[in-house]
């Protein structure tokens, strides 16, 4: 039987995306700047369901009936775009914790949109499965292409302009290292589609980072390609400060981190004032997102294991493209 296997990794972004301005469309409120993460995958393979109903396995650490529930709204959606009467059998596997704030649906959903695009020999472009993803979860838009991405905003309300593309190659920065620092595996208590409801409708500093964080983005590009670790990294921490004040102000108030997330937090700190670069950013969870260059990954994790509460330490690099293969 035809089967397609597809590799995709999950994404972190440094300008951060946190609203939408078309649920249904999934467009988001502003563009996002994100890197692909080498050791944090999702495999998802395909086959033709049985039956008249799609079959789905998640073998993921953690499964919850929210995933489940999506995946079928995603497969039904794709079967209504492109006129496919099909079912499905889907197992996926994601290789770290699900739905617990390590961007588990930018790798699933995307792993998923390339998967339906071989089976069913669509032959779409990167911007038209970028499209695709982006109707599952926002992030999974960025994960359908490797190295340093651009989800663009987009100008029209149809959401045909609102796509991911690579901004530099995974080779652009050999040295550029992501830390995972993994302080929770559980999934997290109010959904991103939940908390960005709640922060795009109450929050009050909501307009101010939409308007500042617009204007980081060239700067963030410029930072990158001049391989700037200090100016990414100020960048990134002014980004994702701003987006947690939003959470915080928001009503009721978001805050998903942990004693240990705050505890890293400021070890990060203190480590930079010791003179190791590092920075740090969180997406809506308790674990923390390390970047820093190669030279100095043992001596931040030989600190930061030391933190009460750190389960585990993921290094990564900017990661590849996905890779799709055909039975
Ligand atoms: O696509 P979602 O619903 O997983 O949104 C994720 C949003 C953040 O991870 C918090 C930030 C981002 O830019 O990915």
């Given at each position: 039987m035809q089967s397609v296997t597809v590799k995709t990794h999950a994404n972190i972004s440094l300008i951060k995306y946190w609203g939408k301005r078309d649920e249904v469309l999934f467009l988001p409120t502003k563009s996002s700047l994100c890197i692909a993460l080498s050791e944090l995958t999702t495999t998802t393979s395909i086959t033709q369901a049985a039956g008249d109903q799609d079959e789905i396995s998640i073998n993921w650490q953690v499964t919850t009936e929210i995933s489940h529930k999506k995946i079928i709204d995603f497969l039904t959606l794709f079967r209504t775009l492109y006129g496919i009467?099909?079912?499905?059998?889907?197992?996926?596997?994601?290789?770290?914790?699900?739905?617990?704030?390590?961007?588990?649906?930018?790798?699933?959903?995307?792993?998923?949109?390339?998967?339906?695009?071989?089976?069913?020999?669509?032959?779409?472009?990167?911007?038209?499965?970028?499209?695709?993803?982006?109707?599952?979860?926002?992030?999974?838009?960025?994960?359908?292409?490797?190295?340093?991405?651009?989800?663009?905003?987009?100008?029209?309300?149809?959401?045909?302009?609102?796509?991911?593309?690579?901004?530099?190659?995974?080779?652009?920065?050999?040295?550029?290292?992501?830390?995972?620092?993994?302080?929770?595996?559980?999934?997290?208590?109010?959904?991103?589609?939940?908390?960005?409801?709640?922060?795009?409708?109450?929050?009050?500093?909501?307009?101010?980072?939409?308007?500042?964080?617009?204007?980081?983005?060239?700067?963030?590009?410029?930072?990158?390609?001049?391989?700037?670790?200090h100016e990414v990294g100020e960048l990134a921490e002014a980004d994702w400060a701003e987006m947690q004040q939003t959470m915080l102000d928001s009503q009721p108030q978001l805050d998903y981190w942990t004693p240990t997330s705050r505890d890293v937090m400021q070890a990060i700190k203190t480590l930079r004032s010791a003179g190791i670069p590092c920075y740090f950013t969180t997406e809506a969870g308790p674990n923390v997102k390390l970047i820093c260059l190669e030279n100095n990954v043992q001596t931040i994790i030989k600190t930061l294991r030391e933190i009460d509460g750190v389960l585990d330490i993921i290094a990564c690099k900017v990661a590849q493209a996905p890779i799709v293969t055909e039975k």
């Open positions: 009467k099909q079912f499905f059998a889907i197992t996926t596997h994601n290789n770290f914790p699900t739905a617990a704030g390590l961007a588990s649906s930018s790798s699933g959903f995307a792993a998923l949109a390339l998967a339906l695009n071989a089976f069913s020999k669509l032959n779409l472009s990167e911007k038209e499965l970028s499209i695709l993803a982006r109707q599952g979860s926002g992030s999974a838009s960025r994960s359908v292409c490797g190295g340093f991405i651009t989800w663009h905003r987009g100008e029209n309300e149809l959401g045909t302009d609102s796509y991911a593309e690579q901004t530099f190659d995974a080779q652009h920065w050999p040295e550029f290292r992501v830390l995972v620092i993994v302080v929770r595996n559980d999934a997290k208590k109010v959904s991103s589609r939940e908390g960005m409801r709640i922060t795009t409708s109450t929050s009050p500093s909501y307009q101010t980072w939409l308007t500042n964080s617009a204007q980081r983005m060239p700067l963030i590009v410029e930072a990158i390609r001049n391989k700037n670790l």
